[in-house]
């Protein structure tokens, strides 16, 4: 079962409401989410991709619905494209991880802004 279009939009708005969160469309209609000029959220035709951590990155793009994210796997992003093994509450759960793994990589000051 593919994502909802409606799917896409629920998760676009929880990502921009996130602090120091911003929203840009980029690469001829993807929807992105930053923090810090840093994507933290990707949002395609194929599916919703956002960064997991290191240790986490094998075991999640291995469920049914999850596979690594085109281009970005090699920094352990996963692109989720159907609801077989996550819920909407999963990813929500990721997408703050994701910005919270982007946050930890930025420099000091733009962290303390928006920690």
């Known amino acids: 079962m593919p994502l909802p279009?409606?799917?896409?939009?629920?998760?676009?708005?929880?990502?921009?409401a996130l602090p120091g969160a911003e929203f840009d469309v980029k690469w001829g209609g993807t929807r992105v989410v930053s923090i810090g000029g840093k994507m933290f959220l990707v949002c395609g035709e194929?599916?919703?991709s956002y960064k997991v951590a290191d240790d986490d990155f094998l075991a999640l793009s291995g469920l049914p619905g999850v596979r690594p994210a085109p281009y970005l796997a090699r920094a352990r992003w996963v692109?989720?494209?159907?609801?077989?093994?996550?819920?909407?509450?999963?990813?929500?759960?990721?997408?703050?991880?994701?910005?919270?793994?982007?946050?930890?990589?930025?420099?000091?000051a733009q962290r303390q802004a928006w920690s």
């Open 5 to 16: 279009a409606a799917l896409f939009d629920e998760m676009l708005d929880h990502a921009r």
């Open 46 to 48: 194929a599916g919703i």
């Open 79 to 108: 692109q989720v494209v159907s609801l077989e093994a996550l819920a909407p509450d999963d990813i929500r759960r990721g997408i703050e991880r994701s910005r919270q793994l982007v946050l930890s990589k930025l420099p000091k």
